[in-house]
């Protein structure tokens, strides 16, 4: 019985999204930036907060947005909404270069806020790298086979003292604990 009730709840769920995204589609909005009313299939709609606006002003306002690299920005433009854009709707109203940027940028965001996440150090590689576990500092890279040290961010230098001085070292946690959130993520 449990298994229906919720085969049945995910089917009325499902039904019911589809309904209003059809409704949606089928008429007309006006866009809350340009106030021009359009039809639905050449506006977006953020979802759960509901907020339409024509395809051409969120086109501009994604491309600005990911130009800017800001690509966990794209919210809907209401006054106080969050609601997040989804990348299917990025995706289908940003140039293919741009969304392939926009895709790049948020996992680099993503595995930026990831503590156990290093990038490799060599300029022509770049792939993450999971810290190795047991209390050191080093990091292999899976692409290029680098061993490098996580403070750093030099080759891996064995049992010899990591070139990072004491005073540099204090220096860093200083700057770690009153950064920003923004700053504390860029010296992980």
């Known amino acids: 019985d449990e298994p229906s009730l919720s085969h049945l709840h995910r089917f009325l769920r499902t039904h ?3 309904q209003r995204a059809f409704a949606f589609a089928s008429s007309y909005h006006e866009c809350e930036v340009c106030f ?3 039809a639905g299939n050449a506006s977006l709609q953020f979802l759960p907060c509901r907020h339409s606006f024509c395809n051409e002003c969120m086109k501009s306002y994604f491309e600005v947005q990911i130009g800017d690299g800001s690509v966990t920005s794209l919210n809907c433009p209401a006054s106080g909404c969050e609601s997040q854009a989804l990348p ?7 140039p293919r270069g741009l969304y ?9 965001r993503g595995l930026e806020s990831m503590e156990e996440i290093v990038l490799c150090p060599l300029a022509l590689c770049q ?3 999971v810290k190795d576990g047991g209390g050191t500092n080093v990091a292999t890279c899976g692409a290029c086979k680098l ?3 996580v403070l750093c961010r030099r080759v891996w230098h064995g049992v010899n003292p990591c070139p990072v001085s004491n005073k540099e070292r204090t220096k860093l946690v200083k700057a770690y604990r009153d950064g920003t ?3 504390q993520k860029a010296l992980i």
């Open 16 to 18: 019911d999204e589809d």
């Open 147 to 149: 061993s490098f040290c």
């Open 36 to 38: 021009m009313t359009r």
């Open 127 to 129: 792939q993450p790298v």
């Open 88 to 94: 299917t709707q990025v995706k289908a109203l940003v």
């Open 181 to 183: 959130p923004e700053q």
């Open 100 to 108: 392939e940027k926009y895709e790049r940028l948020l996992l680099q």
